[in-house]
């Protein structure tokens, strides 16, 4: 994936504010937009904790299950409104569980690209551990994980993934800037970057997710939200 935009923006989503570098959406909208999506990496085989984001029907970023009826994504994914639904559990966007967003569901960070969006009903599947302090150090090779873009050479929105992929990234920060000005964990490319429609993936050290894709540039370097940092605001809300 390659996250020179927000990781978001697939058409049709009303993507985050242009003057900042692209978070991982996944469709082409202006030049500034800021979205992210995997560039080379390669295919999962399993992810049941794996949410695909729709907003009014149309792809639009990753997420992540993280209790029976709380995902977990990136705010600028849910900021253009809409309907909200998921397919949950499955490595291929167009199956897994469906389900919805529930009428004032969707609760943001006030200062970190996160968002706890409350769902219609619960799923039952492998949630998504959530690491501590301690679990993402600099120096480490870890894993993002996205449906975005597999291209830079055309729109984001004709080269989205149909399966999920996984790429390797290696940490350089721990306490640099996402989106929102949030605290956020860096890396450079390793096998792959994300880029559009990876935004609100998740970043995995080890066997425990560490961070939600906010920004890329789509060649070297990306930045998700360290929700280490951010675990007792997602425990007020989401009980995990």
């Not at 690491?131 to 729109?155: E, I, L, M, R």
């Not at 970057?193 to 935004?199: F, K």
């Not at 906010?214 to 370097?221: E, I, M």
């Amino acid at each position: 994936m390659s996250l020179a935009r927000n990781l978001a923006g697939v058409a049709g989503a009303v993507l985050a504010a242009a003057a900042f570098t692209a978070p991982a959406q996944a469709a082409e909208s202006t030049p500034s937009d800021v979205q992210p999506n995997i560039i080379d990496g390669r295919e999962v085989d399993s992810a049941p904790w794996a949410a695909r984001l729709f907003a009014d029907g149309q792809e639009n970023c990753t997420a992540t299950i993280i209790a029976p009826e709380w995902v977990l994504t990136a705010q600028h994914c849910v900021a253009g409104g809409g309907q909200l639904s998921f397919n949950i559990g499955d490595v291929d966007q167009t199956k897994g569980e469906h389900a919805e967003a529930k009428p004032g569901g969707v609760v943001i960070h006030e200062t970190a690209d996160l968002a706890l969006v409350n769902i219609d009903h619960a799923v039952q599947t492998e949630y998504s551990p959530l690491g501590s302090t301690g679990d993402v150090q600099n120096g480490q090779t870890v894993q993002t994980y996205g449906w975005g873009a597999t291209c830079t050479d055309k729109p984001e929105i004709e080269c989205q993934s149909q399966i999920l992929k996984v790429a390797d990234v290696n940490v350089t920060d721990i306490a640099c800037s996402d989106y929102r000005g949030g605290t956020a964990v860096c890396a450079s490319r390793g096998d792959g970057i994300p880029a559009g429609g990876d935004s609100g993936g998740p970043m995995f050290a080890g066997n425990v997710q560490v961070g939600v894709a906010s920004t890329s540039d789509r060649q070297t370097t990306t930045a998700y939200t360290n929700i280490t940092e951010y675990r007792d605001w997602i425990k007020s809300v989401a009980g995990v």
